[in-house]
T-cell receptor
């Protein structure tokens, strides 16, 4: 649904730190989740996904954790780099065929 | 590059103009989507096409008219828009299975639309 808020939540980290971006979802029936990265002037770029029958999935430098009990999703980025600076969105499939619902996004700022 | 292209990348139009946005996917997908991205709002799904058939229209005003001539191309025809329609319009595509299992959507770079 619509988000409320005047600005994006922002996470500022130093290069080399690990970053954790969180997302709360609302529908306990959601069975598929995706993290996207959107850099300025570009469309969202797929990072990693996870289905509800899993609680953890790892990619290259990224890990997604799913806690269905509290309806929480997180994206962990290891050894964050300046190129990781972007807005990160979580998206959930709320049960409709081909329908994704997107979160508001979190801006990640990585300082050298 | 994601394999989804959009043209034009930027568009400025008056409220009485008619213009069209174009999206093309080179991924062999069978579903295509239009989204609207406004400042300070989440992505809003506008239209969905599966196998060239429109399956969703999320209460989008009739001044936005989609067209999907084949599974690789998607258009969004615009007419008599309002300034509040200014936004980034994103196209996406995915490979959908007949049983309805959702698969990853891949996005184009978007068209930045400004309505004067």
């Amino acid at each position: 649904g619509e988000s409320v808020g005047l600005h994006l939540p922002t996470l500022s980290v130093q290069e080399g730190d690990n970053s954790i971006i969180n997302c709360a979802y609302s529908n306990s029936a959601s069975d598929y989740f995706i993290w996207y990265k959107q850099e300025s002037g570009k469309g969202p770029q797929f990072i990693i996904d996870i289905r509800s029958n899993m609680d953890k999935r790892q990619g290259q430098r990224v890990t997604v954790l799913l806690n269905k009990t509290v309806k929480h999703l997180s994206l962990q980025i290891a050894a964050t780099q300046p190129g990781d600076s972007a807005v990160y969105f979580c998206a959930e499939n709320t049960g409709g065929y081909s329908t994704l619902t997107f979160g508001k996004g979190t801006m990640l700022l990585v300082s050298p | 590059e994601t394999g989804v292209t959009q043209t034009p990348r930027h568009l400025v139009m008056g409220m009485t103009n008619k213009k069209s946005l174009k999206c093309e996917q080179h991924l062999g997908h069978n579903a295509m989507y239009w989204y609207k991205q406004s400042a300070k709002k989440p992505l809003e799904l506008m239209f969905v096409y599966n196998f060239k058939e429109q399956t969703e229209n999320n209460s989008v005003p009739s001044r936005f008219s989609p067209e999907c001539p084949n599974s690789s191309h998607l258009f969004l025809h615009l007419h008599t828009l309002q300034p509040e329609d200014s936004a980034l319009y994103l196209c996406a595509s995915s490979r959908e299975l007949a049983g309805g299992s959702l698969n990853t959507q891949y996005f184009g770079p978007g068209t930045r639309l400004t309505v004067l």
